[in-house]
């Protein structure tokens, strides 16, 4: 009897500890969405350490549209692609540009914003152009499309070294200091910044590439693929896409 009871007991606490696992995991008519929370103004922590910006507001208010709550679950920007396949998030949803190799690995929306890789120097650099990028240290975002961009550009093979940071915050520092010469950064972010310490940064007035912004959903999973498109295109249709870039970029530039 006392072994059964033991056998018993074990048992039990095994069914406490799976009841357990799967309670803290992903609740029902949840997305959870992967974001770098350091990618102003897409989605970033503001000076109450919440997490804000366009891409917040625009996914909360699909999330909204498709019946489900939303889950922000800032990730490390270079895993994203294993995060999403693994299950871990819903979507890849924070300035994601799309590209062809992406493609191969996730579902896209339709673009749904505009963007561009540009160059960001200190504003008392010398540097005015592309071209005096020659024998400079430059920063960039680890496994982001400013590398693809940087790459795809001839001044590539002319620059003493790239430097990969985890996020922009860290390279645009490092900027500010002296430690790289100039950041390529999406258009985006770095006229935010800007817009925040107007006295450090310049713009070069060559970008590297044109780009669009989409949503990364897994492969295979055509379905929320469509339910997610079909909110996107009603949130631009009643004009609460519109309003929404209104609030953090002062004009409508969402795609349609």
Known sequence: MKKITVLGMTLLIMVMAVLGCSSSGKKDNELV???DDKFAPMGFRDEKNEIVGFDIDYAR??????GYKVKFQPIDWKTKETELSSGRIDLIWNGYTITDE??????????YLKNSQVVVVAANSGITKLADLAG????LQSLSSAADALDGN???SQIKKVTEFSDNV???ADLKIGRVQAVVIDEIVAKYHMSKDKAAFKLLDESLAPEEYGIGVKKGNEKLLTELQKALDELNQNGKAAEISNKWFGENKVLK
């Open 136 to 139: 400079k240290e430059v920063g």
């Open 154 to 156: 001839a001044i590539k």
């Open 33 to 35: 969405i992967g974001i």
């Open 170 to 172: 860290l390279a645009l």
């Open 102 to 111: 992406r493609k191969e690995k996730v579902l896209f929306t339709k673009p």
């Open 61 to 66: 208010a699909a999330g909204e549209q498709m």
